[in-house]
């Protein structure tokens, strides 16, 4: 199946021709006197757990005991449940590669505590980062709420845009970010939501893949305001990605020692306290682990 999208009575691989149902059962092989006795059971697809929330499709490849999707999700799943993903539509997809290792652009969409510094003439002008409220959850998930500057303040790139009905106050009215591990951060408002999800493509490059999902199209389709949302939020990601690939010269240095996270940046350090549990800590460099110092600061599931 090449199509992106459609219907299909099963798969067939592109190079050998071999074919397969819907399910992964192995039902025809090319010049089949060649394998002598192969046996079709032994060589159907491997399974792996698949679960949806909404619209979005989670592939799970842990082979022993998959954890259910809304399980490992924890309160973020309920909290995106107010965004009826099974609604939205699906606006755009494009990505961006950066020449920086992924922790560091993901990093930058954690915290806001460099507003100040990179976003002088964009995000700061409309966000008051010193009013960030943070949670931090079981499993590396967070969420950042950061209110507007001032409480009539509307994001002109959502001017005219139709809303979900069902958001609640606090995301409609301020700045909200999730955050769900290892790599995916959603910032959603009522209007739409980018999906964005960072991708390690080498110790020093990275991709990050942006996915815009709006609430249903009307009769009239997809709007022209889109292209201006996804214009204001490149013009962002710009500015945080223009010191990107200085900030990897400056990890590879030797005069490199690690670095101080202020108490606004704690969702950082949480991540890496959750990539040293799922490693093992016993399985790290005493200099490459992270002191667990926030578990009394997580919430419950």
């Known amino acids: 199946m090449k199509e992106d999208d459609g219907q299909g009575r099963g798969f067939v691989c592109g190079y050998h021709g071999w074919s397969y149902t819907l399910d992964g059962k192995l039902v025809a092989v090319r010049d089949k006197r060649d394998f002598v006795d192969i046996d079709f059971a032994c060589h159907s697809l491997i399974p792996v757990a698949c679960e949806t929330l909404g619209g979005w499709i989670f592939v799970n490849e842990d082979e022993d005991e998959p954890q259910p999707l809304r399980e490992a999700l ?62 931090l959850w079981p499993g590396g998930h967070s969420r950042m709420t950061t209110p507007n500057r001032r409480p009539d303040w509307v994001d002109p790139g959502t001017i005219g845009l139709p809303e979900i009905p069902t958001v609640t106050e606090i995301p409609r009215l301020n700045n909200v970010s999730y955050y769900i591990f290892p790599n995916i951060v959603m910032p959603p408002a009522a209007t739409g939501m980018p999906m964005l999800v960072f991708w390690p493509v080498t110790d020093s490059t990275m991709r990050i893949e942006c996915h815009w999902f709006s609430p249903p199209f009307g009769p009239e389709g997809r709007s022209d305001l889109w292209d201006k949302r ?61 002191e667990p110092v926030l578990d009394s600061w997580v919430e419950p599931a």
Request: glycine fraction near 4%.
């Open 74 to 135: 924890g309160p973020v799943a309920a909290e995106l449940d107010q965004f009826q993903p099974e609604t939205l539509t699906l606006v755009d997809s494009r990505s961006y590669d950066v020449g920086c290792n992924v922790k560091v652009l993901l990093d930058a969409f954690l915290e806001v505590y460099h507003l100040k510094s990179i976003h002088q003439n964009t995000v700061d002008r409309f966000l008051d980062y010193r009013g960030t409220t943070i949670t």
């Open 230 to 290: 996804i214009s204001n939020f490149e013009r962002i990601l710009e500015e945080d990605t223009q010191f990107a690939p200085q900030i990897q010269e400056s990890l590879e240095s030797p005069g490199f020692k690690g670095m101080t996270l202020c108490y606004q940046e704690r969702r950082i350090y949480h991540y890496h306290e959750e990539f040293d549990r799922r490693i093992g800590r016993n399985r790290i460099a005493a200099d490459l682990r992270v």
